[in-house]
């Protein structure tokens, strides 16, 4: 049961992932091949529904089995070359679903207790209260799952699972369907108990919020593959790659030249296409005539019916309404800009105030930060 | 009113259900979680006794249970008597013929419950076995409670295989069913309604209680 990491030595208690597994389908076929290295404390694993987060999970978890590969946390699970795959229920890898499988015929403290199995009542009992302590639930020791609330429910969850001491834990989306401060709450929890126990967690997620708050490392995934990985503020404030990009909901990409450096001001200006538009952007380690890719978010761009003036933003486009399309609250609209079109999300009520529609003059507001640049 | 034929009938069907609990959990189990791809024939023969005329399956357990049968070669062997006609065959018969009752309300209640909760009581260590112990079968209860008391009833008012299989010996074989149809060829109208009135109160009592235990569980019929 217990899991000591004797061995915890460099490196050891990492966890190791290599797969390939081939999914068909007749509408489509779909590869899954990854590769990576988690190491103690949270990595983030982020991408659109459908990149093959969930699979690579259980995988890892044994519930479901790559064609290929070889997975490893303190010890081999699986090694296609060796016809090694330890069942599930022998790799000590806790797991946490967003819809949590609580057992339903059992109280908080026998959910807590479950995976104890292997121990006396007494040192069962001990373990399980300590740890509905430690995630402040004690009070809801004899309450049923349908008794407890949202919030509550995935603490009786996590505790479930962290109670076994996992070598490696795996969340799907644990905290999804909570409010804010509750999702907070519970993640300093989960990181408290991270910093006693030094095991490699690998946190599934698609809000970018999660992304910054919480991993020291992010893992990007896209249609079965891994597209970036490093720091978070290095992989998704900079994304080099367009799929990072249209992950992040950048709706306005360009290919672009860059014309001019100022060293001095720690901006460039870049040529969008063959022109003549140009953007300030923020300044990267490139030379004049390099060709690179800008991506700018919709709702970070401002629309002007009027020339502004004491702007701080240093790139005023001028431009022409094309086309206004409502998506739910959105309003996107489409300016043509001398040939360069640019999507701009508004609200309902910009378009009345600034009485909005196809053929009008409009000014396009771009703060340098809002550009992100990508290598081509 | 032969009070005879009456416990004997009830301590059939009780000795019935018991082992249909034994038998079928183990062969539900194998229903629920096998993917072998011939399981479908199993299933089929199980649910046999569903549409089979009673005198056919007795028919044929005669046969297995007599004595040119090696069944019946070796129960004689071991006992002295063969296992037609017996008590011991009557119950042999009545487990076949109620099988489908106990093992498709189990396999049914297994199969319902959520995937999902034997993942996480594998990821929280526990084997095929255990999870099948502490997550499956309490969640199962409805589906257990259903099986035996559908096997109950079902034996209690079986006629067909007991006739082919156990005659109508008194004290040994002779169970209600039989003897409500004694009286009625005995010209004896009031006893087989005294007796035919019982067994109608009796299997009514049972269906009620299991309908109404599952009242949310199981809101179609328990062979689905």
Known sequence: ?376 | MNWQAFWLTVRLAVVVSALLIAVGIPIAYWLTYSRWRWKFLVEAVIALPIVLPPTVLGFYVLMALGSRSPIGRWWESLTGHTLAFTFEGLMIGSVLYSLPFAVQPFAASFTAVDSKLLAASASLGQSPIHTFRRVVLPLSKAGLVTGFALSFAHTLGEFGVVLMVGGNIPGVTRTISIEIYDQVQAGNYSAANHTAFLLLIISFVVLSLVYGMNRRALTVAPWR
Request: aromatic share 6%; proline share 5%.
């Open chain 1, 1 to 376: 049961m217990e899991v000591t990491p004797a061995n915890a030595g460099a490196g050891n208690s990492d966890l190791e992932v290599r797969l390939s597994k081939r999914f068909i389908n007749p509408e489509h076929s779909f590869d899954l091949d990854v590769h990576f290295r988690v190491k103690p404390g949270f990595t983030i694993l982020f991408g659109s529904s459908g990149a093959g987060k969930t699979t690579v999970l259980d995988c890892i978890a044994g519930l479901s089995s790559p064609d290929k590969g070889h997975i490893a946390v303190g010890g081999d699970l699986f090694d296609s070359n060796r016809q090694l795959n330890v069942p599930a229920w022998r790799r000590h890898i806790g797991y946490v679903i967003q819809d949590l499988a609580l057992f339903p015929h059992l109280t908080a403290q026998e959910n807590v207790a479950f995976g104890l199995q292997a121990l006396s009542t007494a040192e069962r009992q001990t373990r399980s209260h300590d740890m509905l302590r430690t995630f402040r639930i004690e009070h809801l020791h004899d309450r049923r799952p349908v008794q407890i609330s949202g919030g509550e429910r995935q603490r009786v969850a996590l505790a479930r699972t962290l109670v076994t001491e996992p070598r490696a834990l795996l969340l799907d989306e644990p905290l999804a369907a909570l409010d804010r401060p509750t999702k907070s709450h519970i993640l300093d929890d989960l990181r408290q108990w991270n910093e006693s126990h030094r095991v490699p967690v690998l946190y599934v997620t698609h809000s970018t919020e999660e992304v910054f708050g919480l991993g020291e490392q992010v893992i990007v995934m896209e249609a079965g593959r891994i597209i970036a990985q490093g720091p978070p503020h290095e992989v998704m404030s900079a994304p080099r790659m367009e799929t990072v990009a249209q992950l992040l909901g950048l709706e306005n990409i360009f290919d672009a030249t860059v014309t001019w450096l100022h060293e001095a001001r720690g901006t460039m200006t870049c040529r969008l296409g063959a022109g003549p538009v140009e953007l300030e952007t923020p300044l990267v380690r490139t030379e004049i005539g390099s060709k690179l890719r800008v991506g700018i978010r919709a709702g970070d761009l401002l629309l002007s019916t009027e020339i502004p003036h004491g702007l701080s933003a240093r790139n005023v486009i001028p431009g022409i309404i094309s086309r206004l399309k409502q998506r739910d609250v959105i309003i996107s609209t489409f300016v043509d800009c001398n040939g360069t079109p640019f999507e701009v999300h508004l609200t309902l009520a910009a378009r009345e105030a600034l009485q909005l529609a196809p053929g009008k003059n409009v000014w396009v507001v771009v703060k340098t930060h809002s550009c992100h640049l990508m290598a081509l």
